[in-house]
């Protein structure tokens, strides 16, 4: 978790400083799924050791599922490891439940919403074209986030690809999502000067958005990139290889307080060793127009 100092001093008694708010958002890849070729990958769903080690993945965060949300992509072991990350301190969820067992639960203490929702942006596609199948290849190799990096978005624009889903479009659609709770973060902040929001909601927000490897690490390439240099980012995409493994993933942090905004991000480099990274708005919006223009040199006859 990002070390902030003014995170301690979270206290309404000190009317005359301005309330500190966060929305902390945990992106990570899913849990171990099945083996099984009769079926297609994307009907996949979670081996009960990954079932096991998705609930000990939110039992180590320890979210708070009244102020929690789930997000996962349309893959349900996505959904099933989301679920069972955030609801890992419930009592009466057990690893053996379905996604509709989850969701009836759930459902037995929340009269509005649903606490699970589905993302297209957190998926992945591989077209069927060469593009597909060298990104295949690569993923084979070893060297799936090397090929994104550096090749991907060159050659779906090649092959007028709108399928397979490239470097700048995983990162772009990351970066969409990120602004989506920054916009959340500054609601969350002006709600709670209310006192009767401040004591139904607290001062956070939490997040579990489960992907697929090369997603988040698409985008936090890409910030790199921008904020570092190529050198960093492709020192980033070598080191992981395919990108990072089962429950892993990046921390993010939207803080608001009386300086504004800020989003912190952190995750776990190769080695081992922790990186924190301050994204910027101008960085997120760069992502997103790069990516935006991408689509329309591809759209082109």
């Not at 037995?108 to 992945?124: A, S």
């Not at 992502?287 to 040199?297: F, Q, S």
Request: charged share 30%.
């Amino acid at each position: 978790m990002f070390n902030y100092p003014e995170l301690k001093n979270l206290s309404e008694n000190k009317s005359e400083q301005a309330l500190v708010t966060k929305v902390v958002v945990e992106l990570f890849r899913h849990s171990l799924k099945e083996n099984n070729p009769s079926r297609p990958n994307s009907e996949l769903l979670l081996t009960p050791e990954g079932r096991e080690l998705a609930m000990d993945h939110g039992e180590a965060l320890n979210p708070s599922s009244g102020v929690a949300v789930a997000g996962a992509s349309l893959m349900d072991r996505a959904a099933e490891t989301a679920m069972l990350t955030m609801l890992a301190n419930e009592i009466g969820i057990d690893t053996a439940d379905s996604l509709a067992t989850m969701e009836e639960k759930v459902g037995q203490y929340l009269p509005v919403g649903k606490k699970l929702y589905r993302d297209e942006r957190l998926g992945f596609a591989l077209g069927k074209g060469a593009t597909g199948e060298e990104g295949m290849s690569a993923f084979k190799g070893g060297r799936y986030l090397n090929w994104l990096t550096k090749d991907s978005d060159r050659q779906v624009v090649a092959e007028k690809d709108l399928i397979t889903t490239s470097y700048l479009r995983q990162a772009g659609n990351i970066a969409e999502l990120l602004e989506r709770y920054q916009a959340v973060g500054n609601n969350f902040n002006r709600l709670i000067n209310d006192k009767d929001k401040r004591e139904k909601y607290g001062y956070k927000l939490e997040r579990y958005l489960v992907s697929h490897q090369g997603v988040a690490e698409s985008f936090i390439a890409k910030v790199l990139e921008i904020q570092e240099g190529i050198s960093a980012r492709d020192q980033f995409a070598d080191a992981l290889g395919n990108g990072w493994a089962e429950n892993c993933g990046v921390h993010i942090e939207i803080i608001n307080d009386a300086n504004g905004q800020r989003s912190f991000a952190t995750y776990q480099e190769s080695d081992g060793t922790k990186k924190e990274l301050l994204i910027s708005p101008e960085t997120l919006a760069a992502i997103i127009k790069e990516r935006e223009d991408l689509e329309k040199v591809c759209q082109k006859d």
